[in-house]
């Protein structure tokens, strides 16, 4: 085996497509968000018997909470056999990332897996010598949507106040209408910004809004859906494609007793189901002791459609260098500001 620098998008995305990540966060695509808001990233491959077996995207971190590596959602793993184990494919990477991290100054390594959550797995990062990470980057647990079923099945298996208020909002002349004009961001931060201001939640900033639906509009794989009644913006949520999987990535809404964000969700299963994508994504959940106590409410709206938890390996970190720990306490606050 040997590691290489991968620098072909079509031999990039034949592993992830493979692969079956519900995630987004180790597409090209998403490397591409991360270059166009000024992050330096590493697209690593695994080679064996000339083949490109497995992909990791690498995020060079230099920020207030520390100097360190970040692979989000990976390494993605092509196939399981040909004598090829997770073991040895998590073993290489991290020779190489930790000759990375020494060579130019970082003080550890961050690795939130694309690995089910298993105690397989979890002995292979502690055997290692990784830790849980205070806190996470990127959202550990999903809510995920299988959709091998039809339009009518998918609709039986929902909550059936869910499956009340999607009709109820079609009753009430609610209508979802998809874009990808330069307008809907725009339109989109609008209502992004009330939803801040009534959840009090830290938001992304408009140009990684814009970065990121612009990096996935370009292949295609990009949807603004708006909500709207007597013609009135109410809910918007912004979708990104893959292979695999319809993600709702970013979301926002007017707080009203119209029940327009079940319609909207409804249409983004939709869109998903009909290019073609295996599984419907709502994106993270309540992980008690992990995430804010404040998304029970979310958690109860996104566990309404039908589907199951998906859980990956806590993130991980491996230590290089002392000031690590600095990193550590400073997550420590941000843990509890958050109200974990």
């Not at 031999?11 to 991360?34: A, C, I, R, Y």
């Not at 939130?112 to 397989?120: I, R």
Request: glycine content about 8%.
């Amino acid at each position: 085996m040997n590691i290489r620098e991968i620098t072909s998008k079509k031999d990039w995305d034949s592993v992830f497509n493979e692969s079956g990540s519900v995630s987004f966060l180790q597409t090209w695509e998403w490397g591409e968000v991360k270059k166009q808001m000024g992050q330096e990233i590493l697209r690593l491959g695994l080679i064996k018997n000339n083949r490109l077996q497995a992909i990791a995207l690498v995020e060079k971190m230099n920020s207030k909470r520390g100097k360190f590596l970040f692979v989000p959602h990976g390494p993605i793993i092509r196939i399981k056999d040909e004598g090829l184990k997770i073991k040895d494919i998590i073993k290489e990477a991290l020779n190489y990332l930790i000759q990375l991290a020494k060579k130019e100054g970082f003080s550890f390594i961050r690795v939130a897996p694309g690995l089910e959550n298993t105690e397989k797995n979890k002995k292979i990062f502690k055997d290692f010598g990784f830790k849980d990470a205070p806190i996470y980057i990127h959202s550990e647990n999903f809510w995920v949507l299988p959709l091998e079923k039809n339009e009518d099945e998918l609709l039986a298996g929902m909550r059936k106040t869910t499956r009340y208020l999607i009709r109820k909002a079609v009753r009430d002349g609610v209508t979802i209408e998809q874009r990808t004009d330069a307008k809907a961001v725009d339109d989109f931060c609008e209502i992004y910004q009330e939803t801040v201001k009534r959840e009090h939640f830290s938001p992304y900033s408009k140009e990684y809004i814009q970065k990121e639906f612009e990096a996935f509009h370009k292949t295609g794989n990009a949807l603004f859906l708006f909500g709207k009644h007597e013609g009135n913006i109410l809910a918007a949520a912004l979708v990104l494609f893959t292979k695999n999987a319809g993600c709702y990535h970013q979301g926002a809404s007017i707080h009203t007793k119209i029940p327009v964000p079940y319609l909207l969700q409804w249409e983004a299963i939709r869109e998903a189901k009909k290019r073609g994508c295996r599984f419907y994504n709502f994106w993270g959940i309540l992980i008690k002791g992990r995430t804010p106590r404040d998304w029970d409410g979310l958690t109860t709206f996104k566990t309404g459609f039908g589907g199951y938890e998906h859980q990956y390996l806590p993130t991980q970190d491996y230590v290089i260098s002392p000031q690590y720990y600095l990193t550590y306490v400073y997550e420590k606050f941000l843990q509890w500001k958050r109200g974990v």
